[in-house]
C-alpha cells in the first residue's frame, strides 16, 4: 500500500476533520485506514501521524516512538524530553486534557512542513481520552515528548500546523539545526538563536 503524506497549502490540513462514527471502527475499510497512516508514519520515519496528512479528514492519530529512532538522542538529550520508547498507540476521536501549568520548550518538525524545525512550547503533561482501533475506550495520561506528540497530532485534526505555535525566531531547516543543535542544552540553544 503507497500512501502519499500531504504537505501544507493541501486545504486537508487547514480544515476541522470529522469524528468517526464508532460503528465504522473496526471495519476492514477502517483498518485499511490505520495501516496506511502507520505505513506512511514508520516510512517517514516519525513518531505521529494525523489522518489529514494523507488526505483523509476524519479524527484518527497513529504514534509510536521505536527505540531506533531515540538512539540518535544523547543520553541527556533523552532525560530532557522525557523521551523513552512506546509501542503504538491508535486513537479516534481523541479529547486532551492539559494536567497542570508546566510547559516545556523543544524543537518539533512535521512531515507534512519537511525539512524544517522550530521550537515549539507545549504542556508538559496531558490525557487524551478516545477509541482505540477496536472501538474500546481509551484513556492514556502522559508526561514529556509523547504528550508533546499527542499536542501536535490533535493539532492537525483542528487544521492547526506546529507553524501556526512556534518561536518564529526558532524556525530553522533541519540541517542546520543537526548541524548547530545537536547535542546541546535547550538552554543553549535558545541562546545561539538569540532568543
Ligand atoms: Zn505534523
Known amino acids: 500500500m503507497t500512501v502519499t503524506i500531504v504537505e501544507a497549502g493541501a486545504p ?3 480544515q476541522r476533520a470529522t469524528e468517526v ?3 465504522a471502527i473496526a471495519t476492514p475499510a477502517f483498518a485499511e485506514l490505520v495501516a496506511a497512516m502507520t505505513a506512511a508514519m514508520r516510512g517517514a520515519p ?3 501521524l494525523a489522518a489529514p496528512q494523507i ?7 497513529v504514534l509510536e516512538d521505536r527505540a531506533e529512532l531515540i538512539a540518535r538522542l544523547t543520553a541527556e538529550e533523552r532525560r530532557e524530553r522525557e523521551r523513552a520508547p512506546f509501542p503504538l498507540q491508535v486513537i479516534v476521536n481523541p479529547q486532551l486534557r492539559t494536567i497542570g501549568d508546566e510547559r516545556t520548550v523543544f524543537f518539533e518538525g512535521c512531515l507534512s512542513v519537511p ?3 522550530a521550537l515549539v512550547e507545549r504542556h508538559r503533561e496531558v490525557e487524551v481520552t478516545g477509541l482505540d482501533a477496536q472501538g474500546a ?4 495520561r502522559v508526561r514529556g515528548w509523547p504528550a508533546r506528540i499527542l ?5 492537525h485534526l483542528d487544521g492547526i500546523l506546529y507553524v501556526d505555535r512556534m518561536i518564529t525566531k526558532s524556525f530553522v531547516t533541519e540541517a542546520q539545526a543537526r548541524a548547530r543543535f545537536a547535542g546541546r542544552p535547550i538552554a543553549e540553544i535558545r541562546g ?3 532568543l
Do not use: K, N, S
Request: net charge negative; proline share 3%; aromatic share 6%.
Open 137 to 140: 475506550a481509551l484513556a492514556w
Open 115 to 117: 525539512g524544517y524545525v
Open 12 to 14: 486537508v490540513l487547514r
Open 21 to 23: 462514527a464508532p460503528e
Open 55 to 61: 488526505g483523509v479528514g476524519q479524527r484518527v492519530i
Open 151 to 155: 499536542q501536535h497530532e490533535v493539532d
Open 46 to 48: 516519525g513518531v505521529g
Open 192 to 194: 545561539l538563536l538569540g
